[in-house]
C-alpha cells in the first residue's frame, strides 16, 4: 500500500504563493499519474491538476489555469503544486492522489494522502 | 463540462437497511465513474471504478451500476463504519468533476 503525505500548507495572504509537495512511500512512484484533488470548507471535492507519469502532459482545472503548477520529481519520489496569486476562493484542504495507471485518461485515483491545509486571509 | 448531480444531499438509514445512491451526468460518460467514501479525517477511499467494478479491499456490500448518464452505488446492508460523505466522479471528460455528494447518516 503507498502512502502519501502531503505538506507545505499554511495561511498566505493574497496574492501570495505557496508551494504544496506530496511524498510517496512506494518505489514504483514513476508508474503512475498523479493528481491534486481540493476541498473548501464545508464543500464537496474540486479536481485541481494531474500530471502523467513521465511528467507531460499535465491538465489543470480552469480556475487554477495560469496560477497553479503541477509538477514532479520521480528520483525523489515527490509530487508539487506552485501556488501562485492565491487567492481566497483557493482556501482548502489540498490532498493528493494516485492514479492506477501511468496515464491521464480514465482518470481514477486509488490512493490518497490525509491533505494539507491552505488558508488564503489577510 | 460534465456535471455530476448527486440527490438527495442526505440520506437517513439505520443500521443493516440498503443504501442506494444516485449520480447523475449532464451528458453520456460511458462507464467512467467512480465512487468515493469521504469520513471526517480520513483519506478519501476508492469504492467503485468504471461504475461497477469494486476496488481492491472493498467489501462485496458495496456495489456500483449504470452507465451512460445514470449511475448508482448500492450499499446492501449499512455497517456503522459506511456513515460518510459518498462523492461520485467521471475521469472521462477534462475538466474531470466530482458531484457534490451525498451525506449517508444514522437516522
Known amino acids: 500500500e503507498v502512502h502519501l503525505l502531503e505538506s507545505g500548507g499554511g495561511l498566505i495572504q493574497p496574492g501570495g504563493s505557496l508551494r504544496l509537495s506530496c511524498a510517496a512511500s512506494?518505489?514504483?512512484?514513476?508508474?503512475?499519474?498523479f493528481t491534486w484533488v481540493r476541498q473548501a470548507p464545508g464543500k464537496g471535492l474540486e479536481w485541481v491538476a494531474s500530471?502523467?507519469?513521465?511528467?507531460?502532459?499535465?491538465k489543470y482545472a480552469p480556475s487554477v489555469r495560469g496560477r497553479f503548477t503541477i509538477s514532479r520529481d520521480n528520483f525523489r519520489k515527490t509530487l508539487f503544486l506552485q501556488m501562485n496569486s492565491l487567492r481566497a476562493e483557493d482556501t482548502a484542504l489540498y490532498y493528493c492522489?494516485?492514479?492506477?495507471?501511468?496515464?491521464?485518461?480514465?482518470?481514477?485515483?486509488?490512493?490518497w494522502g490525509r491533505g494539507t491545509v491552505v488558508t488564503v486571509s489577510s | 463540462e460534465i456535471v455530476l448531480t448527486q440527490s438527495p444531499a442526505t440520506l437517513s438509514f439505520s443500521p443493516g437497511e440498503r443504501a442506494t445512491l444516485s449520480c447523475r451526468a449532464n451528458h453520456n460518460i460511458g462507464s467512467h465513474l467512480a465512487w468515493y467514501q469521504l469520513k471526517p479525517g480520513h483519506s478519501p477511499r476508492l469504492l467503485i471504478f468504471d461504475a461497477s467494478n469494486r476496488a481492491t479491499g472493498i467489501p462485496a456490500r458495496f456495489s456500483g451500476s449504470g452507465s451512460g448518464t445514470d449511475f448508482t452505488l448500492t450499499i446492501s446492508s449499512l455497517e456503522p463504519q459506511d456513515f460518510a460523505v459518498y462523492y461520485c466522479h467521471q475521469g472521462s471528460t477534462w475538466p474531470l468533476t466530482f458531484g457534490g455528494g451525498t451525506k449517508v447518516e444514522i437516522k
Open positions: 492522489a494516485r492514479g492506477i495507471n501511468a496515464y491521464l485518461e480514465n482518470a481514477v485515483f486509488d490512493s
Open positions: 512506494e518505489v514504483t512512484f514513476s508508474n503512475y499519474a
Open positions: 500530471i502523467s507519469a513521465i511528467g507531460a502532459p499535465t
